[in-house]
T-cell receptor
């Protein structure tokens, strides 16, 4: 069974630029999550999708972050404009059973 | 106060040692308790989960939950260098199929030869 795929793996941008991350969940997993993991911290939930609907986006900084999951499969997370404090690893996870989440390798973002 | 507290370490032990990793939490609504392992530059992978107080064993790993004290532990027996990683505790509140995970900060473990 293929795991959660994410791209790109690494991205370096300057502040105020925009960036987008892509995630392809495990086939059949209806629920998809985006997390932000700052160095030395645990992952923090940004947004949760159930199929193509948003379940929880309470911690998503909506003035600069946006996410979509068209057709209930792939998802993209966008940051525009980026700030220095957005430097982090962005993790995508998917699940069939809620608590048992499978994570992708993450995208390491550096904002200079 | 954070909902989930975890000692960040780092923790360094010799090969073969018993490792104890711990987390405390404040939210009584948490239903599932999990341990994830994260190798450097990789995503977290689920090691174990449990939903009731008591012990759950899987090979060299034992997860322990004490809901009355709001305390969970992961024990690793006969630790190996390949166990060197960051261990994240996570707790969830599940409503139907929607589950929200809250993670600890992670404890970095180094097992030396």
């Amino acid at each position: 069974e293929a795991g959660v795929a994410q791209s790109p793996r690494y991205k370096i941008i300057e502040k105020r630029q925009s960036v987008a991350f892509w995630c392809n969940p495990i086939s059949g997993h209806a629920t998809l999550y985006w997390y932000q993991q700052i160095l030395g911290q645990g992952p923090k939930l940004l947004i949760q999708f159930q199929n193509n609907g948003v379940v929880d986006d309470s911690q998503l900084p909506k003035d600069r972050f946006s996410a979509e999951r068209l057709k209930g499969v792939d998802s993209t997370l966008k940051i525009q404009p980026a700030k220095l404090e957005d430097s982090a690893v962005y993790l995508c996870a998917s699940t069939l059973r809620g608590y048992e989440q499978y994570f992708g390798p993450g995208t390491r973002l550096t904002v200079t | 106060q954070k909902e989930v507290e975890q000692d960040p370490g780092p923790l360094s032990v010799p090969e073969g040692a018993i490792v104890s990793l711990n987390c405390t939490y404040s939210n009584s609504a948490f239903q599932y308790f999990m341990w994830y392992r994260q190798y450097s530059r990789k995503g977290p992978e689920l090691l174990m989960y449990t939903y009731s107080s008591g012990n759950k064993e899987d090979g060299r790993f034992t997860a322990q939950v004490d809901k009355s004290s709001k305390y969970i532990s992961l024990f690793i027996r006969d630790s190996q260098p390949s166990d060197s990683a960051t261990y994240l505790c996570a707790m969830s509140i599940t409503t139907g199929t929607a589950s929200k995970l809250t993670f600890g900060t992670g404890t970095r473990l180094q097992v030396t030869l």
